[in-house]
Nanobody, 115 residues
Framework: QVQLVESGGGLVQAGGSLRLSCAASRSIFSINYMGWYRQAPGKQRELVADISSVGRQNYADSVKGRFTISRDNAKNTVNLQMNSLKPEDTAVYYC?????????WGQGTQVTVSS
């Protein structure tokens, strides 16, 4: 099993930045897939970005050029640097990993961007 704990959410003005962090309860060295998703009120959960064990990154079109996903195998964390935030980025952000063919989710962290 893997427990995931997100941190770093909060309230920020449009144009500002936030850095989300997701700490895993076990070594992530062997975890191939790690990602960030978000869910806004009344909308379905959507992929924001993901990263493989070799560092290959994938981004939703809406965040390309503004968000950067990274992983720190030494600290067992996956991070999401969010710059140039927009009100439409407001959502609960969730960390997700796939480990032994099972998906694990964190509890989520709220990001609110004011206009």
């Amino acid at each position: 099993q893997v427990q995931l704990v997100e941190s770093g959410g909060g309230l920020v003005q449009a144009g500002g930045s936030l850095r989300l962090s997701c700490a895993a309860s076990r070594s992530i060295f062997s975890i191939n897939y790690m990602g960030w998703y978000r869910q806004a009120p009344g909308k379905q959960r959507e992929l924001v970005a993901d990263i493989s064990s070799v560092g290959r990154q994938n981004y939703a079109d809406s965040v390309k050029g503004r968000f950067t996903i990274s992983r720190d195998n030494a600290k067992n964390t996956v991070n999401l640097q969010m710059n140039s935030l927009k009100p439409e980025d407001t959502a609960v952000y969730y960390c997700n990993v796939i480990y032994t063919a099972r998906a694990y989710w964190g509890q989520g962290t709220q990001v609110t961007v004011s206009s």
